[in-house]
């Protein structure tokens, strides 16, 4: 169904977010980990909010102890034989996103963490 009825999307994040987001990005000292996963082929032709997300993710990197995991930007090779649907994993994409979280969560994090 999702695949047969995906229409144009873009990304937006309203200003009146602004103040709920500096209050949870700067009362913990923990850090906080951002992840954007991929999307199939499909839902990445519908997709015109790549400049929109790209700002948000560079103003969340603005913040103190926080982290992005971007899945979504380089997901270009991600293959349509990798989801169950336009915007979800099936086991073959699930694994693979999986250790690619795994080994970005590993980058930022310390050992011990």
């Given amino acids: 169904y999702i695949n047969e009825h995906i229409h144009a999307q873009s990304f937006s994040f309203a200003p009146s977010w602004e103040a709920h987001l500096n209050e949870c990005c700067s009362q913990t000292k923990r850090p906080l980990i951002w992840?954007?996963?991929?999307?199939?082929?499909?839902?990445?032709?519908?997709?015109?909010?790549?400049?929109?997300?790209?700002?948000?993710?560079?103003?969340?990197?603005?913040?103190?102890?926080?982290?992005?995991?971007?899945?979504?930007?380089?997901?270009i090779d991600y293959t349509e034989a990798e989801f169950a649907d336009a915007t979800h994993l099936n086991e073959k994409g699930a694994i693979r996103f999986t250790n690619q979280l795994k080994d970005k969560l590993h980058q930022i994090l310390p050992q011990d963490f």
């Fill in 35 to 75: 992840v954007i996963g991929p999307t199939a082929p499909k839902w990445r032709k519908q997709f015109t909010g790549l400049p929109q997300l790209q700002n948000f993710i560079e103003h969340l990197k603005s913040y103190p102890n926080n982290y992005v995991i971007d899945l979504y930007t380089p997901s």
